[in-house]
């Protein structure tokens, strides 16, 4: 939506089941998206396609957030108590997981 007169910009469209979070990369640039459908997604800003698809989680993504720097997303299920970071490396993910609680 834009902020300015309220008309709606993009629609993303991809997900297969309800959207749990979305937000913006610090630049502005991109945006992740998580859902029940166990996958995490990066769409463009400029055109709202999807840039990246990462699947292969066991349960529901809960939230999903920019790094600071732009270059990592945090992903997180709650039922497994598991928090993922992915970077895109040479347009493939590296994805990083913990076992113990984070906080």
Known sequence: ??????KSTH??????????????SPDG????????????RLWSVHDGKATHTL????HY?????????DHSVLMDHRWSHVVHSATVVSERWKIHSHTEWAY
Do not use: I
């Open 29 to 40: 640039s991109q945006v992740v998206s998580c859902s029940n459908d166990r996958t995490v």
């Open 61 to 69: 993504v809960t939230s999903a957030s920019f790094s600071p720097d």
């Open 11 to 24: 629609t993303l469209s991809g997900h297969t089941s309800c959207v749990n979070s979305a937000s913006f």
């Open 55 to 58: 699947s292969g989680h066991t």
């Open 1 to 6: 939506w834009s902020v300015k007169d309220g």
